[in-house]
């Protein structure tokens, strides 16, 4: 199987303070990442992209210093709330690439999501 | 304009009927995938079924069948038998071969099955 982990599940903290979301890939080597957010009853909506090695790609409108993203290993990248407020409470998804099948099957694995509550 | 479209926000389906659920896309990328994930209230994303732009067939895969209609860029979900534990939010999306690293989500449609 592919699994994709992430830690923590759930997390509360207050505002002004900074929050870090692991997101490792168990059993596979992951060159790309994706941090995914999902505020309730909406859509994932996709934020940034993280390369092993290099600097993530952000989405147009997200920023990039205050959503850190590290890509320090094939198997782990990290996402850094800085300066949490309360309209970053939201749910965090992240995904790992891995190929499989011909050039066009690029499966993407979810992990189970991160809920944050900025209080 | 919207790369993926769910007109159904919410559907209810009587237990162990068949449901569709509806998707359709927009791209001018001769090379893309289809993919339908499933969301329970737990939050995690579970792929259930694929559809390279290029397949011939319909994908399958046990209870889900992907009703692909390239002509009119539909690719709407079939679940047959529906169970209790379907009851969730799905989602559509698609990746083009220009740029593998974008998925594009609709906005979801929550199914719920009713005992």
């Known amino acids: 199987g592919a699994v994709v982990s992430q830690h923590p599940s759930w997390v509360i903290c207050k505002s002004g303070t900074s929050v870090k979301i692991e997101c490792r890939s168990l059993d596979f080597q992951a060159t790309t990442m994706f941090w995914y957010r999902q505020f309730p009853k909406q859509s994932l909506m996709l934020m940034a992209t993280?390369?092993?090695?290099?600097?993530?790609?952000?989405e147009q409108g997200v920023e990039k210093d205050k959503f850190l993203i590290n890509h320090a290993s094939l198997t782990l990248s990290t996402l850094t709330v800085t300066s949490a407020h309360p309209e970053d409470s939201s749910f965090y998804i992240c995904?790992?690439?891995?190929?499989?099948?011909?050039?066009?099957?690029?499966?993407?694995?979810f992990g189970p999501g991160t809920r944050l509550t900025v209080t | 304009a919207q790369k993926i479209t769910q007109t159904q926000p919410g559907m209810f389906v009587q237990e162990k009927e068949a449901v569709t659920l509806d998707c359709t896309y927009d791209t001018s990328d001769p090379s893309y995938g289809l993919f339908w994930y499933k969301q329970p209230s737990s939050g995690e994303m579970i792929f259930l079924i694929y559809?390279?732009?290029?397949?011939?067939q319909n994908a399958t895969e046990g209870r889900y069948s992907l009703n692909f209609q390239k002509a009119r860029k539909s690719a709407n979900l079939v679940i047959s038998a529906s169970q209790l534990g379907d009851s969730a939010m799905y989602f559509c999306?698609?990746?083009?071969?220009?740029?593998?690293?974008?998925?594009?989500f609709g906005s979801g449609t929550k199914l719920n099955v009713k005992p």
């Open positions: 993280s390369n092993e090695g290099s600097k993530a790609t952000y």
């Open positions: 999306a698609m990746r083009e071969a220009g740029d593998f690293n974008k998925f594009y």
């Open positions: 559809q390279g732009s290029y397949d011939q």
């Open positions: 995904s790992a690439r891995k190929l499989a099948g011909g050039p066009q099957v690029y499966e993407q694995y």
